[in-house]
């Protein structure tokens, strides 16, 4: 004697079933105004009027054919 076996297993937690919470959409928090600070950037450098040094070698740097 066979015993049926339903085709399709009924979920036990069907009455309550396993979500995760829904929580409500997070608020960003506010930024607090603060007052810039009172410090002045540093002045930019001029480039040397110079140009730098060059080395001059004797070697080649085309291949040789």
Do not use: C, F, R
């Amino acid at each position: 004697m066979s015993i049926p076996i339903p085709p399709e297993t009924p979920d036990p937690n069907i009455d309550h079933p396993t979500l995760p919470p829904i929580l409500p959409p997070a608020e960003p928090q506010p930024v607090p105004e603060e007052e810039p600070p009172e410090t002045t950037p540093p002045p930019k450098e001029d480039p040397p009027i110079d140009p730098a040094p060059v080395s001059v070698s004797g070697h080649s740097i085309t291949p040789k054919s």
